[in-house]
């Protein structure tokens, strides 16, 4: 039941395609509260949003069929890179079968969590096309959304981890 549904919004993902739309949110108190989830990764560890407390945390939403998601990884890759032994996490969130998203993790050599994607988690961050990525500031809250991909976006993705980072 819960792969039927998952598919059925992935094909609405699909049918929306990838527009790029930004939005972010300066002012501290007034972003919205990031919806909690715990998820696991394609090794079964748990990793739960609440617990990354204090951390500014990128998801981002993607799938292995997604030619854009897969132009923005390598973007992702060096980003994580960068950022890794400060005050930040990168949590890829797979919306495909685990086998699928194992494989090309071990592809592309993600050296970051891919954590399997419900379509609990997909709807309470209102996901409706790939790839999204949204910013969470140190108090859990969520700074910054970037729907859909475009050339030179990890210029802006940066920026973003930054002020958040200097909070």
Not at 1 to 10: A, N, R
Not at 119 to 142: C, E, H, M, N, W
């Given at each position: ?10 094909l609405i ?103 399997v994607g ?50």
């Open positions: 039941m819960m792969h039927k549904s998952l598919i059925s919004s992935l993902v699909l049918l929306l395609g990838c527009n790029s739309e930004e939005s972010t949110v300066s002012d501290p108190s007034a972003r919205a509260t990031a919806s909690l989830f715990t998820l696991k990764d394609l090794d079964g560890r748990e990793y739960s949003l609440e617990s990354a407390r204090g951390k500014v945390v990128l998801l981002d939403f993607w799938a292995t069929w997604c030619p854009p998601c897969k132009k923005e990884i390598p973007e992702l890759i060096a980003i994580y890179d960068k950022y890794k032994e400060e005050d930040f996490l990168l949590w890829g969130i797979g919306l495909d079968k685990p086998a699928s998203l194992e494989s090309f993790s071990q592809k592309y050599a993600i050296p970051y969590p891919v954590l419900t379509s609990k988690v997909q709807s309470a961050y209102a996901v409706k096309a790939i790839p999204t990525v949204f910013i969470i500031d140190k108090l859990g809250r969520i700074g910054a959304r970037f729907q859909g991909y475009r050339e030179g976006a990890e210029t802006r993705l940066e920026q973003e981890i930054r002020k958040l980072l200097n909070e």
